[in-house]
């Protein structure tokens, strides 16, 4: 009973990890659609490369394309809003499968959205705006600092997500 007890509630735990990811990038894609002007303007200044080391020879990567900019921004708040998406969605499965008593809970869509969430702060703000476009010079626009912060916490929920 005690065993079956602790079970139930990592289970519970999974969920409630789970929606808080949902409701995070639930919020941050919102404010995104909403406040469009002020992350817009970060995503333009990066890809621009205009406040980078003047001397860079890596300034050939810049993009000056502002269609190119709004569908970079597009692709990032719609990342955001799939994770969200799919983070809810798998709560509902997972609060079912609870209820039914299943003996394993589902977690495919929550580890997919966990990786994508790795994938748009790693992949997406580290090694696209960071290195590609080398934010890391940036004295204004680096994100570089606030991207990092939240890696080793989607990778620890899914070590989490595999006990």
Do not use: C
């Amino acid at each position: 009973m005690l065993n079956e007890k602790k079970y139930r509630i990592n289970d519970v735990n999974k969920i409630l990890l789970t929606m808080m990811i949902g409701l995070y990038f639930l919020i941050v894609g919102i404010d995104n659609i909403l406040d469009y002007q002020t992350n817009f303007n970060f995503v333009v200044h990066v890809m621009k490369m205009d406040t980078i080391n003047t001397g860079n020879v890596f300034k050939w990567r810049a993009v000056n394309s502002n269609i190119l900019h709004h569908l970079s921004y597009w692709s990032i708040i719609a990342t955001e809003i799939l994770i969200s998406v799919l983070s809810i969605f798998s709560v509902f499965i997972m609060i079912r499968q609870l209820i039914q008593k299943k003996q394993e809970l589902n977690l495919a869509f929550s580890k997919i959205a966990v990786m994508l969430s790795i994938a748009l702060f790693f992949f997406g703000f580290i090694t696209i705006g960071g290195e590609w476009w080398y934010m890391w010079q940036s004295p204004i626009w680096n994100g570089i600092g606030p991207a990092s912060k939240y890696i080793p916490f989607f990778i620890g929920v899914l070590i989490y997500f595999e006990k």
